[in-house]
């Protein structure tokens, strides 16, 4: 079974202060890993597909990177409107059902960036 | 990426009833998806929904409970029904072009 495990499940930043998130995650194949951004009373706003061990992309201050075993979101120097949870998925080549679009989510990271 | 909308954005409800969300996207998508998100969860997928064919659903959800329709390529709604307490959770629609876009979600709080 899939899992995917986020930590620290809650980050307090100052603003300037850079830290990373992670993402620990177990799947029999990857066919990719999801990172999204989800304000309060709002949807997943999609930030990043990653699809092999080694590759990196980057938005604004974020910085996406994998291993065959977690993703790390690097945040740099963090303003009080990056503050929000940041969620990881990862999606199989096949799962039990056939199906090669299920998503799997870990918990989050509620990050907070104190101005 | 595709525009998602869902109605109602929010709704109190009491137990024994049934709610209908519904989701539109601005243009044609071949698989849509419902997610579940309860307080301190996990997103879950509960079922993928193709046009023209039957809801696919995960361990753990059935029809009976949710059934889906799906009309058409831009359409979908999902029915909660006989809702408990247990019930109250952010339901969401996703559409797939490789990655998943999600919609602004529907807040349910069932009485």
């Known amino acids: 079974e899939d899992q995917v495990t986020q930590s620290p499940e809650a980050l307090r930043l100052q603003e300037g202060e850079s830290s990373s998130l992670n993402c620990s995650y177990t799947?029999?194949?990857?066919?990719?890993l999801f990172w999204y951004r989800q304000d309060p009373g709002k949807g997943p706003e999609f930030l990043f597909t990653?699809?092999?061990a080694g590759e990196e992309k980057e938005k604004e201050r974020l910085k996406a990177t994998l291993t065959k075993k977690e993703s790390f979101l690097h945040i740099t120097a963090p303003k009080p409107e990056d503050s929000a949870t940041y969620l990881c998925?990862?999606?199989?080549?096949?799962?039990?059902?056939?199906?090669?679009?299920?998503?799997?989510f870990g918990k989050g990271t509620l990050l907070t960036v104190n101005p | 990426s595709a525009v998602i909308s869902q109605k109602p954005s929010r709704d109190i409800c009491q137990r024994g009833t049934s709610l209908t969300i519904q989701c539109q996207v601005d243009s044609q998508v071949t698989m849509m998806f419902w997610y579940r998100q309860q307080p301190g969860q996990s997103l879950t997928l509960i079922a993928t929904a193709n046009q023209g064919s039957e809801a696919t659903y995960e361990s753990g959800f059935v029809i009976d409970k949710f059934p889906i329709s799906r009309p058409n390529l831009t359409f979908s709604t999902l029915t909660v029904s006989n809702m408990s307490p247990e019930d109250s959770s952010i339901y969401l629609c996703?559409?797939?072009?490789?990655?998943?876009?999600f919609g602004p979600g529907t807040r349910l709080l069932v009485l």
């Open positions: 799947v029999s194949g990857l066919r990719g």
């Open positions: 990653l699809y092999s």
């Open positions: 996703s559409v797939s072009d490789g990655a998943q876009y």
């Open positions: 998925a990862v999606q199989p080549l096949q799962d039990s059902g056939g199906s090669n679009y299920k998503l799997t």
